[in-house]
């Protein structure tokens, strides 16, 4: 099996020129991250500062995808031939580059421009590689404006999209885990998301990716500490192999009420900086590897299911028998790996007091796992 390397990145709308190079890299670095999304590069932007900011992504081992408006999906509204032009000069001028991933081709496509977007994957990765995220799973007015039969009808037209198009990986966003109101509600969807796209993943044969939240805004919260531990072990839980955070750089003050990003409006870092690197960090060098080279064989929820993930059921998990000090809910994954199957546990929990004992006996073998909110354990089969 060709080694895989886990990739941990994050979404940037800052401009072009707006950043440091040389001390935005070591920012990346210190969160944790391989994997950056650039500056918005715009037509008569020098071109010479994205390619310090390349240069120096480079330097520290990070790739990037580079947001450059010559390769977004709607700029085909101008017709193929136009949109095929704008793309091979972004290629000319950042393609080669050894810190390039890919080209974005923009966010979430609504129903009525998605041909335009699997029009646009394909022109690009005929030349080059190209980058997709999709929207999240919700309900109304996501079943009409998508013209679904019902939510679950969206799995199809992914798969159609993904399938016709190339494109890999399958990444989409999801932000309702931190749900101010509602927490429950949200939880359904998170977990719905989840579950549909890695079908998505698994029937088209490719990667799946999701995007995290680290930044508060709208109904949503200011995540934790242990909503950051939460989202990555819960997203790696279900077989994710990239994650993207939303979002590191602030945005400016008179855009609603977006705040406590890992780096403040005037680039200086908030709490949320020492959070996110922590969680990053722990992870990368502690599990990443693990789950890179891993392929998600069964997930279960344990004690209460949410979004349409299968409740876990004594003898579901052969040779596992597997007990809970608290009641806490969890997530059972099994894995399979070359370097040796494994189970996840997962406390599914995000409340600061809700430490739980995992403990019990896996093919005979003895464990027990002290687990804060949102930490997972490995325990080998």
């Known amino acids: 099996m060709m080694n895989k390397e886990f990739l941990m990145g994050f979404w940037n709308y800052t401009e072009t020129g707006r950043l440091d190079a040389a001390q935005a890299a070591c920012d990346w670095k210190e969160l944790g991250m391989n994997l950056a999304m650039s500056s918005n590069f715009l037509r008569g932007d020098d071109k010479s500062l994205l390619l310090a900011q390349l240069d120096e992504a480079h330097k520290n081992g990070i790739k ?8 977004l999906w709607r700029n085909l509204e101008n017709g193929e031939e136009y949109f095929i032009k704008e793309v091979e000069s972004a290629v000319a001028d950042f393609g080669a580059h050894p810190a390039f991933y890919a080209f974005s081709v923009g966010d979430e496509p609504p129903r009525k421009e998605l041909e335009q977007a699997i ?5 690009i990765d005929a030349r080059s590689k ?3 995220n999709f929207l999240p799973m919700a309900d109304e ?3 009409s404006d998508y013209l679904l039969k019902d939510k679950h009808d969206y799995e199809d037209v992914l798969v159609d999209a993904v399938q016709r198009s190339g494109l890999s990986p399958v990444c989409y966003d999801n932000y309702t885990q931190c749900y101010i109101r509602n927490k429950e509600y949200g939880l359904d969807l998170y977990f719905d998301n989840l579950r549909i796209y890695r079908n998505v993943a698994e029937r088209c044969g490719t990667d799946l ?8 805004h709208w109904f949503y919260r200011v995540p934790t ?10 997203a790696v839980a279900y077989g994710v192999k990239g994650l993207l955070w939303f979002f590191i750089y602030s945005r400016d003050l008179i855009e609603d009420n977006y705040r406590d990003a890992p780096l403040d409006c005037f680039y200086r870092r908030t709490p949320m900086f020492d959070i996110l690197a922590r969680q990053n960090n722990l992870f990368m060098k502690f599990y990443a590897n693990r789950f890179a080279q891993a392929k998600l064989e069964k997930v279960y929820h344990y004690k209460t299911a949410y979004g349409g993930t299968p409740l876990y059921r004594e003898g579901d998990i052969a040779g596992l028998d597997f007990k809970s000090e608290y009641g806490n809910n969890y997530i059972l994954s099994e894995f399979s790996s070359p370097d040796g199957d494994f189970l996840v546990i997962v406390n599914n929990m995000q409340g600061a007091n809700d430490s739980d004992k ?3 006996t896996f093919n005979g073998r003895s464990f027990q796992e002290w687990l804060a ?3 997972m354990a490995i325990i080998e089969k």
């Open 225 to 234: 500490e242990n909503d950051i531990r939460w989202q990555i072990s819960t």
């Open 64 to 71: 990037v995808i580079i947001c450059d408006e010559r390769t």
């Open 358 to 360: 995992a403990y019990g």
């Open 141 to 143: 007015p996501f079943v």
């Open 130 to 132: 190209a980058f997709l």
């Open 209 to 216: 990716w999701t995007t995290l939240l680290c930044v508060g």
């Open 373 to 375: 909110p949102g930490q």
């Open 119 to 123: 029009k646009a994957v394909r022109i």
